[in-house]
């Protein structure tokens, strides 16, 4: 019994060792930061760390905190063109998402629908300056509604779904 016991107790510390079921990825989502380097000495900065520790001597001073190595930039580039107006509702939606245009500024238009992850779940090009996009078909969530016209992004809506 004692053997079988040792046996069951050495398995688990050697499965809980060569298994990783939990792994911290290091990585901060900052508002701001930025990297400057010279001939002679380099300066990363984050805004918003939580945790930061600072060593000091008469020449130099290190402060050193969570860095993030790689960076991951995303952006939503619109038209700034105050003429456009573009009305999308009802947001939240339930069943039907109307879109309108109050100018028609382009002979057609675009309209993209994508979930959170970037996965383009409807795509069409509309010439009327209203649509309506069906949207009973998606499960409740939070979808983004992107809208061209003419080669460019005239605007991008956060849609949220419910049931």
């Not at 911290?24 to 805004?47: C, E, H, M, P, R």
């Amino acid at each position: 019994m004692k053997i079988l016991k040792l046996l069951l107790f050495n398995s688990f510390i050697v499965l809980t060792q060569i298994t990783h079921a939990q792994l911290i990825k290091q990585d901060v989502i900052a508002s701001g930061g930025d990297y400057f380097i010279t001939s002679s000495n380099s300066l990363s900065w984050t805004l918003g760390e939580c945790v930061t520790e600072s060593f000091g001597s008469t020449a130099n001073i290190l402060t050193q905190g969570f860095q993030q190595s790689t960076y991951v930039i995303t952006a939503i580039d619109e038209n700034d063109n105050a003429e456009i107006r573009i009305n999308v509702y009802p947001n939240p939606v339930n069943d039907h998402l109307n879109i309108s245009l109050e100018k028609e500024v382009t002979k057609e238009f675009k309209i993209e629908l994508s979930d959170v992850r970037g996965n383009l779940l409807h795509n069409r090009i509309c010439f009327d300056k209203s649509t309506e996009l069906e949207m009973s078909n998606y499960p409740s969530g939070v979808y983004l509604l992107k809208i061209s016209g003419e080669n460019q992004i005239l605007k991008t809506f956060k849609i949220q779904k419910i049931n």
